[in-house]
C-alpha cells in the first residue's frame, strides 16, 4: 500500500493564479480531508468527505473547493491563489473518521 | 469553544527522562483525543488516542492521562529518546471527522 500520496511536493504560484492539490488514498478509506498547517498554529480543517459524492466545509474553507467524485482521490482546488494560502497542505484519509493518517504534504508559495 | 491548547511551546529533556505535554478543551461534545507525532518535512503520525471514557491509555513508552472533569488530557513520554525529538500535537474530534481541532504543537528536543 501507498498509503496517502499527495502532489506536488512543492509549488510556487503568483497572486490570481489558480491550480488543483492532488491526493489519492488506496487504502479504501471513506473518510478524507484537507487540512493546512501554519507556523504556531497547528493544522486547521478546510475542507472534508465523509464518501463519494460527499463533501462539507471546515475551519477555514474560504478560497478552496473540493470534489470526491471517486473513493480514492480528492483534489483541492485554488481559485485564486493568495499570498493568505502560503502554506503546507496535508490530505488525510481515515476508516471511521477519527484516526486520520496523513499524506507528506505539498509546500505552496503564492507570490 | 473549539479551541484546543496546548503547553508547552518547547520542550528540552535529557535522554531517559520524562517529557509531558498538556491539552485543554472547552467542547465538552468532543470524544476522541488523539496524539500525533511530526518529523521535519513530513506528515504528522498517528501516536495514541483516547476516548472519554477511560482515564489512562498506555502503549509502549507513550501515555495519555485524561481528566473529563477539568477538560484536560497529557501526553508522558517514558525513557525519552534522541529519536523522539520531533513536533508534537494534541487534537480533539467529533462526530466522527466533521470537527477536527489541533493544538499549536509543541517542539521536543531530546538531548544525548
Known amino acids: 500500500n501507498a498509503g496517502v500520496t499527495q502532489t506536488p511536493k512543492f509549488q510556487v504560484l503568483k497572486t490570481g493564479q489558480s491550480m488543483t492539490l492532488q491526493c489519492a488514498q488506496d487504502?479504501?478509506?471513506?473518510?478524507m480531508s484537507w487540512y493546512r498547517q501554519d507556523p504556531g498554529m497547528g493544522l486547521r480543517l478546510i475542507h472534508y468527505s465523509v464518501g463519494a459524492g460527499i463533501t462539507d466545509q471546515g475551519e477555514v474553507p474560504n478560497g478552496y473547493n473540493v470534489s470526491r467524485s471517486t473513493t480514492e482521490d480528492f483534489p483541492l482546488r485554488l481559485l485564486s491563489a493568495a499570498p493568505s494560502q502560503t502554506s503546507v497542505y496535508f490530505c488525510?484519509?481515515?476508516?471511521?473518521?477519527?484516526?486520520?493518517?496523513f499524506g507528506p504534504g505539498t509546500r505552496l508559495t503564492v507570490t | 469553544q473549539q479551541q484546543v491548547k496546548q503547553s508547552p511551546q518547547s520542550l528540552i529533556v535529557q535522554k531517559g527522562g520524562i517529557s509531558i505535554i498538556n491539552c485543554a478543551y472547552e467542547?465538552?461534545?468532543?470524544?476522541?483525543f488523539p496524539w500525533y507525532q511530526q518529523f521535519p518535512g513530513k506528515g504528522p503520525a498517528l501516536l495514541i488516542a483516547i476516548r472519554p471514557d477511560v482515564s489512562e491509555k498506555k502503549e509502549g513508552r507513550f501515555t495519555i492521562s485524561f481528566n473529563k472533569s477539568a477538560k484536560q488530557f497529557s501526553l508522558h513520554i517514558m525513557d525519552s529518546q534522541p529519536g523522539d525529538s520531533a513536533t508534537y500535537f494534541c487534537a480533539a474530534n467529533q462526530n466522527y471527522g466533521q470537527n477536527f481541532v489541533f493544538g499549536p504543537g509543541t517542539r521536543l528536543s531530546v538531548l544525548p
Open positions: 467542547n465538552t461534545a468532543f470524544d476522541y
Open positions: 487504502m479504501n478509506h471513506e473518510y
Open positions: 488525510a484519509s481515515s476508516p471511521t473518521g477519527h484516526e486520520q493518517y
